[in-house]
């Protein structure tokens, strides 16, 4: 139990172009998904926090009009990075909480796409 | 300013070896501890987690960590580690009394066993 799935896992595309990363919580319900984003050789960094039917909480530093989250259903959230850049190549994962009881404080995570802009 | 270390990038064993990574943590208050996994080309997997009660906490695999308040620490141990463990060990910090229950993650440990 506790899958999670995110869509496409690689893509390639070009300066200028947008793209919409899909995350799918497979069993469950998500009250809340979170977006991050890793580097070579770093750690997670978080980008945003989305909860189902609200706008989305992104971190400091996070450009909220480049980077367009939407939660719509209690089982899939959007990443749409718009007008993307080569520095915005990188790995993107997505998690999710399960709605209710104590597994609402785990997070599942998915595969992780791989974003690279030419 | 407020972090989750894990000093030890890359660490290399032989089979059978004990291990020990080691994670340090900055936040003053009441925190839940992860230690997650990344097997090469699959997604991060829960290993174990700390909420409260008795501060050794065993997980899947032979894994088991301490979380050491007085040092700020939730070590990670296994004995007797194996080929199969060769993989990027996360350890991650929930702040519970912030009502958030988003991560801050340390930059990872890379594990490998040699056989």
């Known amino acids: 139990g506790a899958v999670v799935s995110q869509h496409p896992s690689r893509v390639i595309c070009k300066s200028g172009t947008s793209v919409k990363i899909e995350c799918r919580s497979l069993?469950?319900?998500?009250?809340?998904m979170f977006w991050y984003r890793q580097f070579p050789k770093q750690s997670l960094m978080l980008m945003a926090t989305?909860?189902?039917?609200?706008?989305?909480?992104?971190e400091q530093g996070v450009e909220k009009d480049k980077f367009l989250i939407n939660h719509a259903s209690l089982t899939l959230s959007t990443l749409t990075v718009t007008s993307a850049h080569p520095e915005d190549s990188s790995f993107y994962i997505c998690?999710?909480?399960?709605?209710?009881?104590?597994?609402?404080?785990?997070?599942?995570f998915g595969p992780g796409t791989r974003l690279t802009v030419t | 300013a407020q972090s989750v270390s894990q000093h030890n990038h890359h660490v290399i064993l032989s089979e059978a070896a004990s291990l020990e990574l080691g994670c340090n943590y900055s936040y003053g208050g009441t925190v839940n501890l992860f230690w997650y996994v990344q097997y090469p080309g699959q997604h991060l997997q829960l290993l174990l987690k700390?909420?409260?009660?008795?501060?050794l906490v065993k997980g899947i695999k032979g894994f088991e960590a301490e979380f050491i308040k007085s040092k700020f620490s939730f070590n990670l141990r296994k004995p007797s580690v194996q080929w199969s463990d060769t993989a990027e060990y996360f350890c991650?910090?929930?702040?519970?009394?912030?009502?958030?229950?988003?991560?801050?993650f340390g930059t990872g440990t890379r594990l490998t066993v040699i056989p």
């Open positions: 989305s909860n189902e039917g609200s706008k989305a909480t992104y």
């Open positions: 998690s999710a909480s399960p709605r209710g009881g104590t597994g609402r404080y785990e997070q599942y």
């Open positions: 069993d469950f319900q998500a009250t809340t």
């Open positions: 700390y909420f409260s009660g008795d501060p």
């Open positions: 991650a910090v929930r702040l519970p009394l912030t009502g958030a229950n988003n991560l801050f």
